[in-house]
C-alpha cells in the first residue's frame, strides 16, 4: 500500500489545502504505479504543534512561517 505522512505546522493549511495534497499525491502515485493502487493509497497530513520542529538548528513556529523569517530563503 503506498502511504505518504507529511507534517505540516499546526495551522498552515486550510482543510481545502489539505484535502487538495491527499487527492494531488494519490494521483502522483497512481501515474507511478498504476491504478490499481489508488484504492489503498494512504496520504496522512499530521500537523505538528507550534514551534515542535526546527530546520537548521532554529525551531519553527507559524509566525515565523508566515512572516517569511526561518525559510531558509536567505542563501
Known sequence: ??????KVPAGL????QKENLVVRIT????ETFGDAVRDN????VEE???GGWGIRGEVLTLA??????????GN
Open 1 to 6: 500500500m503506498p502511504f505518504a505522512n507529511l
Open 13 to 16: 493549511l486550510t482543510a481545502e
Open 27 to 30: 494521483d502522483l502515485y497512481a
Open 41 to 44: 493509497t494512504m496520504v496522512l
Open 48 to 50: 505538528v504543534a507550534d
Open 64 to 73: 515565523k512561517l508566515q512572516s517569511g523569517s526561518g525559510s531558509g530563503s
